[in-house]
T-cell receptor, first 114, second 113 residues
Framework: AQSVTQPDIHITVSEGASLELRCNYS??????LFWYVQSPGQGLQLLLK??????LVQGIKGFEAEFKRSQSSFNLRKPSVHWSDAAEYFC????????????FGTGTSLTVIP | DGGITQSPKYLFRKEGQNVTLSCEQN?????MYWYRQDPGQGLRLIYY???????QKGDIAEGYSVSREKKESFPLTVTSAQKNPTAFYLC????????????FGDGTRLSIL
């Protein structure tokens, strides 16, 4: 079955520490990939996207993600976390041949401690 | 500024009552989507529409209905048949051309009185 997996339900990091959020997908073709961030009671904001080309993509707020085809992964990273990064993070996969439907992971909640 | 407006922000429903959630976009996007978000379950697709006057069921369409009479509007009705409607509802839209991201509104939280 098609799926998007975010294995970490909750992550806690210290401010200034590095961050990596994991995302794995299982689809036949190379999908197009996204990371979104959601603050409590808000909608989702796009952090970055990957369609093709360079497998390391840069996004807003200092985030980056790397697409690894061999591992079917698209992990999100940030070198130094700020307290304002505390939020819920969602990985999403888009498939053009399914009416542009997106499939979302269950999210990773990030807590940042001083 | 262009964007997606969902209203109201909070909505309360009595047992047996239908309620309608509004979603309006001025991004000139072709496709629009409704998602339901429950804690720990991510986003689940309720309905989507790629063009005016056409829409398709998503994974959890039972108890919901939609219409797409105008490009910029995609209202969602939560009917009395939806037995567990308490959730956070998100509307999204996107361009159909190319590998575009979905853009989201700020959501409507529906609760049962």
């Amino acid at each position: 079955a098609q799926s998007v997996t975010q294995p970490d339900i909750h992550i806690t990091v210290s401010e200034g520490a590095s961050l990596e959020l994991r995302c794995n997908y299982s689809y036949g073709a190379t999908p197009y990939l996204f990371w979104y961030v959601q603050s409590p009671g808000q909608g989702l904001q796009l952090l970055l996207k990957y369609f093709s080309g360079d497998t390391l993509v840069q996004g807003i707020k200092g985030f980056e993600a790397e697409f690894k085809r061999s591992q079917s992964s698209f992990n999100l990273r940030k070198p130094s976390v700020h307290w304002s990064d505390a939020a819920e993070y969602f990985c999403a996969v888009g498939l053009a041949n399914t009416g542009n439907q997106f499939y979302f992971g269950t999210g990773t909640s990030l807590t940042v401690i001083p | 500024d262009g964007g997606i407006t969902q209203s109201p922000k909070y909505l309360f429903r009595k047992e047996g009552q239908n309620v309608t959630l509004s979603c309006e976009q001025n991004l000139n996007h072709d496709a629009m989507y409704w998602y339901r978000q429950d804690p720990g379950q991510g986003l689940r697709l309720i309905y989507y529409s790629q063009i005016v006057n056409d829409f398709q069921k998503g994974d959890i369409a039972e108890g919901y209905s939609v219409s797409r009479e105008k490009k910029e509007s995609f209202p969602l009705t939560v009917t009395s048949a939806q037995k567990n409607p308490t959730a956070f509802y998100l509307c999204a839209s996107m361009l159909r051309v190319g590998h575009q991201p979905q853009h989201f509104g700020d959501g409507t939280r529906l609760s049962i009185l």
